[in-house]
Structures are given as C-alpha cells and as structure tokens.
Nanobody, 122 residues
Framework: QVQLVESGGGLVQPGGSLRLSCAAS????????MGWYRQAPGKQRELVAT???????NYADSVKGRFTISRDNAKNTVYLQMNSLKPEDTAIYYC????????????????WGQGTQVTVSS
C-alpha cells in the first residue's frame, strides 16, 4: 500500500508565496518521477511541474519562472515552491508519483494524493 500526503495549501493574496509538500510512504521500491498537477473548477486537471529521479524538471509555461519543484529522495518527498501567485493559480493541487512497490518491482504505476486547495485572492 502506498500513500501520498500533501500539505501546505491555503489562502494567499496575489503576489504571495506558498510551499507545498508531498510525502510518499508505504511499500515503495523505487520512485521514478514525482510531480504536481492542478485542477481548477470547471477545468481539466493539468500538469504544473514534474521532476525525475535524476533531478531533471519540467514546468507548464504558465508557471515557469514563478514555481520551483524539488525533491528529497531520501525522504520520498516532493516540494513545490510557488511565488508571485496569481488568482488564476487557484485550484486543487494534486501530488503524483510514478513508482514501483516491493510487491511488483518490475511494474511502475501512477499514484495520487488526495489534493490540497490553493486559493489566491485579495
């Protein structure tokens, strides 16, 4: 069993900052990539940022230069530092991990957290 637990969401004024964290736990053999996705009301879930086991990152154009993704492999934790937040960043942010478990080390699958709300409003 694998769990991804997010924290750090909340209400912030435009121009403010938040830091999201997501810790993966359970019978984890190896984590390939971790990332953050978001879903605003009435919209589809979209990629925000990803980071692989080697540290290579990928960002949505809308957050480049404002958000930074990082990970601590020893803690199976991924972070998202969000600066210069805009009202359009308001969404539920979901953590994702692409990993294999001790029960099936040859099979890599997607796992998701429960989501954390980020609201940017004055």
């Amino acid at each position: 069993q694998v769990q991804l637990v997010e924290s750090g969401g909340g209400l912030v004024q435009p121009g403010g900052s938040l830091r999201l964290s997501c810790a993966a736990s359970g019978s984890i053999f190896s984590i390939d990539a971790m990332g953050w996705y978001r879903q605003a009301p009435g919209k589809q879930r979209e990629l925000v940022a990803t980071i692989n086991s080697g540290g290579s990152t990928n960002y949505a154009d809308s957050v480049k230069g404002r958000f930074t993704i990082s990970r601590d492999n020893a803690k199976n934790t991924v972070y998202l530092q969000m600066n210069s937040l805009k009202p359009e960043d308001t969404a539920i942010y979901y953590c994702n991990a692409y990993l294999s478990t001790y029960g099936r080390i040859w099979a890599t699958s997607d796992y998701w957290g429960q989501g954390t709300q980020v609201t940017v409003s004055s």
